[in-house]
C-alpha cells in the first residue's frame, strides 16, 4: 500500500470518529480503496463524484440530526489530544469571525500570538488580512469565519508536519460543511494544497478558481508570507480580486494569467 493510500484510509477513520458517514473521493479508483478498507471496517461510506448530493440535499436537517453538529465539532477540537502538539499548546485556536459568513479565510497553523489569544490571525498578520478583506468589502465582524487547518501551534511556529495535518484535518473539512461558506480563500501552501488536493508550490496554485465540493476556492499568499516579501503583493491583490468576481456571482470559471 502506498503512503497516500495509507494516509487517506487513516484520515477517513477520523472523519467516521467525528460522527461523518459519508466521504467523496474525487478522482479516486473506487474499488481499490473499498477493498483495502473492508478489512478495517468503521469507516465512512464511500461515494464517487456521481454519486454525491446535489449542492443542498440533505443538508439543511445536518446540524440538528448529525451527531457532528457545529457545537459537538467545536467541544471535540477543544478537547482533542489526536497529535503531539496537543501537549504544548495553551489553548485550541478553533475559529474567529461570524458562524454564517459568506467566506471562509484557511490559514495553516496558529502562531504564539493565536496558541495565547485562542483567535486565528491576530498581531500583524492578523491586521494586514483585515486589511486584504476590507478591499473587497469584508470584514470578520459580519462576513467572514476564519480558521487554520492545524488548530494548535506548532512549536517556534514551525511548519506543519504531514501527520499533524491528517490528525488535524477532519475539523477543517467539517468546519467547511457545517458552516457553508459561499466561497473559501485558502491563504498559504498548507492550506492550498490540502484543499486543491494537489502538491504543488503556491505560486502555481494560485489565480484560478478551484471547487472544493462545489464551493469555490481561491488560493493567495499568507498574509505573514506578504510582510516578508512585498514583492508578492501585487499577486495578493489580484487573488483578491479574483475572489471578488466569486463573491458577485461571475467568477466560476475565471483564471489569471
Not at 17 to 45: I, Q, T
Not at 100 to 129: N, Q, S
Not at 213 to 222: A, D, I, M, R, S
Request: overall charge negative; proline content about 5%.
Amino acid at each position: 500500500m502506498s503512503p497516500s493510500e495509507t494516509a487517506l484510509i487513516r484520515l477517513l477513520r477520523q472523519w467516521r470518529e467525528l460522527g461523518v458517514e459519508e466521504m467523496v473521493l474525487e478522482h479516486s479508483d473506487r474499488r481499490s480503496f473499498l477493498e483495502r478498507l473492508a478489512a478495517g471496517g468503521g469507516v465512512p461510506r464511500l461515494m464517487s463524484q456521481g454519486d454525491a448530493p446535489e449542492v443542498g440535499e440533505e443538508r439543511d436537517t445536518e446540524e440538528a440530526s448529525a451527531p457532528g453538529s457545529y457545537e459537538a465539532l467545536r467541544e471535540e477540537a477543544l478537547a482533542c489530544t489526536r497529535c503531539r502538539l496537543a501537549q504544548g499548546r495553551t489553548q485550541v485556536v478553533f475559529s474567529d469571525g461570524v458562524r454564517h459568513a459568506r467566506l471562509m479565510v484557511v490559514g495553516e497553523a496558529p502562531g504564539e500570538h493565536e496558541d495565547r489569544t485562542g483567535r486565528p490571525f491576530v498581531g500583524r498578520a492578523g491586521r494586514l488580512l483585515d486589511l486584504l478583506l476590507a478591499s473587497v468589502d469584508l470584514t470578520r465582524e459580519e462576513s467572514v469565519y476564519i480558521c487554520n487547518v492545524l488548530k494548535c501551534r506548532p512549536p517556534g511556529n514551525r511548519d506543519p508536519r504531514q501527520d499533524e495535518i491528517e490528525s488535524c484535518a477532519p475539523y477543517l473539512l467539517r468546519q467547511i460543511d457545517l458552516v457553508r461558506p459561499e466561497a473559501i480563500l485558502a491563504v498559504g501552501t498548507f492550506s492550498g494544497r490540502l484543499l486543491t488536493g494537489m502538491d504543488r508550490p503556491l505560486g502555481r496554485l494560485r489565480g484560478k478558481v478551484y471547487s472544493y465540493h462545489e464551493t469555490p476556492l481561491v488560493v493567495t499568499y499568507h498574509p505573514a508570507a506578504l510582510l516578508r516579501n512585498r514583492g508578492w503583493t501585487q499577486a495578493a491583490w489580484d487573488d483578491l480580486q479574483l475572489l471578488r468576481t466569486v463573491l458577485d456571482g461571475s467568477g466560476e470559471t475565471s483564471t489569471l494569467g
